[in-house]
């Protein structure tokens, strides 16, 4: 059974995401949760669509790939486990002297945790819900848009 979701192509539309982007990303090992290919186009569910609109949303502010892949990771693995979130936070934390990141929808308990970004999470699930069913309409009236 085919996996639901939208197309790599109107995905990266949708999300804001630009191709080159999410495959120098996932090349280079700095994403490492691309919906899985098996031969076929790559298809994103609608956990995947937040994270990676979270990731565009991080490229667009200049963040280093490394740190947006990681908070971007970080929502998707939240977000799986709990689907009803509405807010998720990017925290920077120093622990043994060593930088850490962690996305939580509060405060964490490590020393000092210093907060990144904030994110709407159930407002862009609901945009990306919006421009799925946008998809589907357009499908459903004979349309490729």
């Keep these: 059974m085919p996996k639901e979701g939208l ?30 290919t098996n031969g076929i186009p ?17 490229y667009e502010r200049s963040v280093q790939p490394a740190v947006a892949c990681e908070i971007a990771v970080g929502v998707l693995e939240r977000i799986r486990t709990r689907p009803k ?28 945790p210093v907060e990144l970004f904030s994110f709407a999470v159930g407002d862009i699930r609901r945009l990306m819900l919006a421009g799925i069913k946008q998809k589907t309409i357009d499908e459903a009236q004979g349309g490729s848009a």
Excluded: C
């Design 85 to 112: 979130l509405e807010t998720l936070i990017a925290w920077k934390y120093t622990l043994a002297g060593e930088h850490h990141i962690i996305v939580s929808p509060r405060r964490p308990s490590a020393r000092n």
């Design 7 to 36: 197309p790599i192509t109107h995905a990266l539309a949708l999300t804001g995401l630009s191709r080159n982007d999410f495959m120098n990303a996932t090349q280079r090992g700095l994403y490492p949760t691309p919906p899985v």
């Design 42 to 58: 790559r298809v994103f569910d609608l956990d995947e669509l937040v994270a990676a609109y979270v990731l565009g949303w991080l």
